[in-house]
T-cell receptor, first 114, second 109 residues
């Protein structure tokens, strides 16, 4: 069974630009969550999508948005990039449902904002 | 809101020693507590999890204990090996699955 894939793996952007990251979950998984990882801050929760609907959202500004398609693939978008947005962005997929279960993480997209 | 604190941020042990990482949480409705291990250049991977109706769970050299009254849970690794060196994250699931800031474990031989 293929794991969670994220594209691109590396990205360099400049301040003010916008970026779109993609995540393909494990086949059969309906939930996709996104996290931002920076040194010293750990894994900060961005949002979770389940069956094309945003189910939960973390404390990030509106510049961070996402969506999920009918095949469960998900994208996240960051507009008006700031230097502080430089981070590893991880997505994780799980079966979903009413109770939490194991989340499978992808390798991440390393975003550098210059 | 939900918040999980993890301690220590770094931990160095000798091979064969035990390692303990502790987390506290604030949301009394949380009912799922996973632990993830992240090796360099990879995404985090689940190593053990526990639900709120269980006080302890073991899997070979790793164990997790949960004290719902005190709102804290701990990861115990016995007989540590160099390959246990990694960053460990505790998680708490209430309305969303959130993580602590991580513990960098170094096991020296």
């Amino acid at each position: 069974k293929a794991g969670v894939t994220q594209t691109p793996r590396y990205l360099i952007k400049t301040r003010g630009q916008q970026v779109t990251l993609s995540c393909s979950p494990i086949s059969g998984h309906r939930s996709v969550s996104w996290y931002q990882q920076t040194p010293g801050q750990g894994l900060q929760f961005l949002f979770e999508y389940f069956s094309e609907t945003q189910r939960n959202k973390g404390n990030f500004p509106g510049r961070f948005s996402g969506r999920q398609f009918s095949n469960s693939r998900s994208e996240m978008n960051v507009s008006t990039l700031e230097l502080g947005d430089s981070a590893l962005y991880l997505c994780a997929s799980s079966l979903g449902g009413a109770t939490y279960n194991e989340q499978f993480f992808g390798p991440g997209t390393r975003l550098t904002v210059l | 809101g939900e918040n999980v604190e993890q301690h220590p941020s770094t931990l160095s042990v000798q091979e064969g020693d035990s390692a303990v990482i502790k987390c506290t949480y604030s949301d009394s409705a949380s009912n799922y507590f996973p632990w993830y291990k992240q090796e360099l250049g990879k995404g985090p991977q689940l190593i053990i999890d526990i639900r709120s109706n269980v006080g302890e769970k073991k899997d070979q050299r790793i164990a997790v204990t949960l004290n719902k009254t005190a709102k804290h849970f701990s990861l115990h690794i016995t007989e540590t090996q160099p390959e246990d060196s990694a960053v460990y994250f505790c998680g708490e699931a209430g309305t969303a699955l959130i993580f602590g800031k991580g513990t960098t474990l170094s096991v020296s031989s």
